[in-house]
T-cell receptor, first 114, second 114 residues
Framework: AQSVTQPDIHITVSEGASLELRCNYS??????LFWYVQSPGQGLQLLLK??????LVQGIKGFEAEFKRSQSSFNLRKPSVHWSDAAEYFC????????????FGQGTILTVHP | SAVISQKPSRDICQRGTSLTIQCQVD?????MFWYRQQPGQSLTLIAT?????????ESGFVIDKFPISRPNLTFSTLTVSNMSPEDSSIYLC???????????FGPGTRLLVL
């Protein structure tokens, strides 16, 4: 069965600092990997996705993520965080025989200090 | 990406009553999904709704409690029946587009059951 682990429940960074949110997955085949962001009171917005090819993917709002098969990881990064990035971030995995279903991690809440 | 709307955006209901949530997409899609996000939790898939067939429910979710309709390729409804306070959650619909199985989410329906 597929699963996703986001080890950090809550992360606090200062505005302008770099950010890395961790995501580890378990999946029996080549995964499709996604990062979504949920701002307070909002739905989920897709930040980026990995399907195949280049393991470093660029997303919206200056985010990027790197797929590392050997480590079963898909960590999200941003070089300089803005106060508007404060939100909850979800990593998700799908693909193969999942028939379109996604499995989500528990989420990481990001707080940004001025 | 698809533009998805949900109605109502939020509601407060009495226990024992039922609420029907609507999901409208601006383009035709084959696969639609309904998720539940309990307070402080991640997303849990309730069911997959394909047009022209019965919805497929995940373990722990049953049709009598969460009946789903999918009358056409742009619309679906989820009913939360005989509600109890434990049903207080955000309910989100999503659609799958593209070969990478990317899912796009609606803004969610915030339900509080008293």
């Amino acid at each position: 069965a597929q699963s996703v682990t986001q080890p950090d429940i809550h992360i606090t960074v200062s505005e302008g600092a770099s950010l890395e949110l961790r995501c580890n997955y378990s999946y029996g085949a080549t995964p499709y990997l996604f990062w979504y962001v949920q701002s307070p009171g909002q739905g989920l917005q897709l930040l980026l996705k990995y399907f195949s090819g280049d393991t470093l993917v660029q997303g919206i709002k200056g985010f990027e993520a790197e797929f590392k098969r050997s480590q079963s990881s898909f960590n999200l990064r941003k070089p300089s965080v803005h106060w508007s990035d404060a939100a909850e971030y979800f990593c998700a995995v799908g693909g193969g025989t999942s028939y379109g279903k996604l499995t989500f991690g528990q989420g990481t809440i990001l707080t940004v200090h001025p | 990406s698809a533009v998805i709307s949900q109605k109502p955006s939020r509601d407060i209901c009495q226990r024992g009553t039922s609420l029907t949530i609507q999901c409208q997409v601006d383009s035709q899609v084959t696969m639609m999904f309904w998720y539940r996000q309990q307070p402080g939790q991640s997303l849990t898939l309730i069911a997959t709704a394909n047009q022209g067939s019965e919805a497929t429910y995940e373990s722990g979710f049953v049709i009598d409690k969460f009946p789903i309709s999918r009358p056409n390729l742009t619309f679906s409804t989820l009913t939360v029946s005989n509600m109890s306070p434990e049903d207080s959650s955000i309910y989100l619909c999503s659609v799958r587009q593209g070969r990478e199985e990317t899912q796009y989410f609606g803004p969610g329906t915030r339900l509080l059951v008293l």
